[in-house]
């Protein structure tokens, strides 16, 4: 986790602790920092990536100029064929020339203002209807387009000039799609950026409606590429929100009392509170807009806040709202988690991860995924032997002591633990069972093929002989053709004496 922050267990309270100042930037600018941007804000996160950028191009060039000083002079000690040898250094200074004007002219283009709404080559190119832009638009992208220029119209003639400038954006976004992701985002912030600062030097538009313009551009941009610069197939991001689901569903078994979690879901309003709060962040990966993104980790976090005080009956602190919120993502493990987090971080208005509340709570769900991605038996005050048997599903956590209870604790929560105890001893009734029938099936079939070769045997010892049965005796005359001629038997006669 590149975000250097001190997560320390409270040990009396087995809790989870974060410096409120490891939030923010850590070049103590006052804004929030993000670990996508390695612990800085977006805006100090650009100019340190500018200066790194600036400072490779600088070394890159002086290698160069070295390399051709030593080919320059290695040349020059050469004797032979000086008429071929001045040609060819020609050619060779003429093919370093192009080599540093096409560099120069690319370094240029990256960092110049004009790339970043589109090059004028870009727009001229653009005035060609492309198949992606001229393609059948869908009825949200129609509508938000809509929307989009219902909004501007109330602003005459910087609207106008705002949309402009959008539209020169998105034509210039479609011949940059097989630019990186990170490269694309640059183009993005770099697009937030001047339009935001253009409206207040030349526009004099007041900051709060700036604020409330950039979001309608962030809508209005982002419904449009969503499809195209979310999870694309070149970055692992997809890997990612394998891996981090793989590993959530993993600690499954991870109880509320081990995060020292202070929610008591046995409260109907708080296991209201619990569900709307992972239905919120769930609900995010449905989202396209960035802001709408924000906007469902906010909720989720309000939802959490609203638990945590009706169970202890006072206000949350900020120690109960990140176990909450780890707790709150293990439960509900949010679709493509990791892709929406990238997406917010590439792509929605800096403004509103750098200040506010969207900022502050996006910043705790990444605190909250890095500590369960290195989660480990010392952040749960386990013992290693117990934590791997969890983690292989041999065990579950064994219930709370009787003993241990105290006296006001709660009648819900004793019976529900009374029942997981129940639970588990079926299921090892069920599982005693199962090795039984296993067995007798065997013992079965064992059996069976021995009373088989038992017969075989004593079939093979004595064979038995069938013989065919005889023929029944033939009357007399059954072959004679004639019967119907022959005289009939001759009948006894009793003759008197």
Not at 139 to 149: A, G, L, Q, Y
Not at 404 to 421: E, H, T
């Amino acid at each position: 986790f590149p975000f250097s922050r001190k997560m320390s267990l409270k040990s009396e309270r087995r809790g989870i602790h974060v410096d409120q100042s490891d939030l923010l930037c850590k070049k103590g600018c006052g804004y929030y920092g993000n670990p996508a941007w390695q612990g800085f804000c977006s805006k100090c996160w650009r100019e340190e990536y500018h200066k790194a950028r600036q400072k490779q191009i600088q070394e890159d060039w002086e290698l160069a100029e070295r390399l051709q000083r030593e080919e320059e002079e290695a040349f020059a000690s050469s004797q032979s064929s000086q008429g071929a040898q001045s040609l060819t250094f020609s050619k060779f200074e003429e093919k370093k020339t192009n080599e540093k004007t096409r560099k120069v002219t690319t370094v240029k283009k990256f960092f110049s203002a004009s790339s970043r709404v589109g090059s004028k080559k870009e727009i001229q190119e653009a005035k060609a209807p492309s198949p992606s832009i001229n393609r059948q638009t869908s009825i949200e992208t129609d509508r938000v387009s809509k929307e989009f220029i219902e909004f501007l119209k109330t602003f005459h003639k910087t609207g106008q000039e705002i949309y402009k400038q959008t539209k020169l954006f998105l034509e210039g976004m479609h011949y940059k799609r097989d630019l990186s992701i990170e490269e694309q985002s640059e183009c993005a912030q770099d697009f937030y950026h001047n339009v935001a600062e253009r409206m207040q030097t030349r526009g004099k538009v007041p900051p709060e409606r700036v604020e409330k313009i950039m979001d309608q551009i962030e809508k209005y941009i982002m419904t449009r590429l969503y499809k195209h610069v979310f999870c694309p197939e070149t970055t692992d991001d997809e890997k990612k929100d394998l891996a981090i689901q793989k590993r959530i569903r993993a600690l499954r078994w991870v109880t509320p009392q081990m995060l020292c979690v202070p929610v008591n879901e046995d409260i109907p309003e708080v296991s209201d509170m619990v569900v709307k709060a992972i239905t919120d962040i769930i609900e995010m990966d449905s989202k396209r807009v960035p802001r709408d993104k924000l906007a469902c980790i906010t909720k989720c976090s309000k939802h959490i806040f609203n638990a945590i005080k009706i169970t202890k009956n006072e206000p949350a602190s900020a120690d109960d709202f990140l176990p909450t919120l780890i707790y709150i993502v293990l439960k509900g493990n949010p679709p493509r988690l990791q892709s929406n987090i990238q997406y917010i971080t590439r792509f929605c208005n800096p403004s509103r991860l750098m200040t506010g509340e969207d900022g502050y709570y996006f910043t705790n769900l990444c605190c909250a995924v890095a500590f369960i991605e290195k989660l480990d038996a010392q952040s749960l005050n386990l013992s290693q032997e117990d934590f791997d048997r969890y983690m292989s599903g041999q065990t579950s956590p064994r219930k709370q002591e009787a003993e241990s209870w105290s006296p006001d604790a709660c009648l819900g929560v004793k019976q529900m633990y009374k029942n997981l105890d129940l639970l588990s001893q079926l299921n090892e009734r069920q599982e005693r069972i199962m090795n039984e029938a296993k067995k007798l099936e065997k013992d079965l079939i064992d059996w069976t093929d021995g009373i088989t070769r038992e017969v075989q045997d004593i079939v093979e010892k004595y064979p038995l002989e069938i013989k065919p049965p005889n023929q029944p005796l033939a009357a007399i005359d059954s072959e004679n053709i004639e019967n119907d001629k022959l005289p009939p038997p001759l009948q006894p006669q009793v003759y008197a004496g």
